[in-house]
């Protein structure tokens, strides 16, 4: 039977991107990343040809491996993802030459077609990207492949590039009266100095979806999330995120907008959210999150406009590590997104993600004691939240606090 409510509950489970049955991984040191012996190169794969997504960097200048799967997602459909970390395939003349015979040689050492691999790159930029590692180690990678969690660590590490530890992440949770699942490999270190540090992010899941309602799904979850993320930095051409569905789960198949999508793209967003969150916390010792939603919007433009320029205030970061913070400070750095806010109308808060305190409401000021902010200058996580009462819209965007 299918239940008309979305299910809010999604369960942190093991797994990584093997989680959902159907996906192998697998990670090998290859000789790519010359200075150390961990792995540099992984590969994620479906048992068969399946409908998949991407997200790309949002820079003109577009690496060669985007521009490759852009190229072989022409379809919709894929079955695998390949990626090495060491050097960067960006800005080399011969990228794109580079990386489809990477393709054909993954394709020679396996029963995976040429057009149905996806591939991204991560690491330093500007050295040469030669083939004779990945000659060396895509036929161990691809005999090297499991359905466990173990091959979804190795291809963690195989990611890694200015990152400390291996990052997956997987949940369950339920369409209906089907338990579905979604998993996750990725890297990405998130720092307040300005940086080129590559996002990728390898998602599967079990549920069963059209290839355009996958992609739907997944450019409106990355809008609500890594879009909405404000570090001082500038964004990597080999950004990516992908998303490959296999549809094993056995869920009624999710063709149009209806309440199992609505369902699907919660899930999928919160998934992403959590791990905006731990990029943000893992990206640096002294990280601390800054997580600003927005709620009661007239529109979904004016809420993700004013989450974000929240999130990246760096007024707003100082006067609460000085324990300065004003409620006011937050409405006119809101204008300069949202002119006409209903200041007599809002109500906002602040504090942590167990508690929250409010410091405007209906136009009046509330004063904070003294130990709360304390608190707020001491806390590892800062959740703000301004209630414009205006509108059915919100959004929520994530920043960086540090001394």
């Known amino acids: 039977m299918r239940k008309n409510a979305v299910n809010r509950e999604l ?59 852009k190229k072989h997602l022409k379809n919709g459909v894929a079955r695998a993802i390949l990626i090495n970390s060491g050097v960067a395939n960006v800005f080399l003349e011969d990228g794109e030459k580079i990386g489809e015979k ?26 040469p990207l030669h083939l004779q590692p990945f000659e060396q180690g895509i036929p161990l ?18 990611i890694m590039s200015s990152d400390k530890v291996p990052r997956q992440v997987a949940f369950s949770f339920s369409l209906g009266d089907i338990s579905c699942k979604i998993g996750a490999i990725y890297k990405g270190t998130m720092r307040v100095a300005p940086n080129m540090a590559t996002t990728i992010v390898v998602l599967t899941t ?20 890594f879009n909405l993320i404000s570090i001082d930095g500038i964004s990597s051409p080999n950004d990516m995120i992908c998303l490959m569905a296999n549809g094993k789960a056995g869920n009624y198949r999710i063709f149009c907008d209806d309440t199992e999508y609505d369902k699907f793209l919660y899930a999928l967003r919160e998934v992403l959210a959590e791990i905006c969150r731990r990029m943000i916390r893992e990206g640096d010792a002294e990280n601390r999150l800054i997580e600003c939603q927005v709620v009661g919007a007239r529109s979904k433009q004016i809420a993700r406009a004013l989450a974000k320029r929240l999130a990246a205030s760096s007024n707003l970061k100082r006067k609460l590590i000085n324990g300065e913070l004003d409620p006011t400070d937050l409405v006119f750095e809101g204008s300069t997104v949202a002119p006409d806010l209903p200041f007599a109308q809002m109500r906002i808060s602040i504090g942590t993600k167990e508690k929250l305190y409010a410091v405007l409401d209906d136009g009046q000021r509330l004063p904070l004691s003294v130990d709360t902010v304390r608190m707020l200058q001491t806390s590892k996580e800062i959740h703000l939240r301004m209630d414009l009462n205006a509108g059915n819209f919100g959004a929520t965007g994530y920043g960086c606090l540090t001394p």
Not at 31 to 41: P, V, Y
Not at 206 to 225: F, G, R, W, Y
């Open 11 to 69: 369960i942190e489970i093991p797994g990584g991107v093997c989680a959902p049955k159907g996906f192998f991984a697998n990670g090998v040191h290859c000789g790519i990343e010359k200075q150390s012996k961990k792995r540099d190169l992984a590969l994620v794969s479906a048992d068969w040809r399946c409908p998949t997504a991407c997200v790309f960097s949002e820079q003109s200048a577009q690496s060669a491996p985007a521009r490759i799967s």
């Open 102 to 127: 990477i393709c054909r040689i993954l394709a020679s050492t396996s029963n995976i077609e040429v057009n149905e691999t996806l591939l991204a790159s991560t690491g330093r930029v500007g050295e």
């Open 141 to 158: 990678l691809s005999k090297g492949l499991v359905d466990s969690e173990e091959g979804s660590f190795a291809a963690a590490e195989g």
């Open 206 to 225: 079990d549920v069963n979806i059209l290839p355009e309602m996958l992609q739907k799904a997944l450019t409106s979850a990355v809008n609500d999330t």
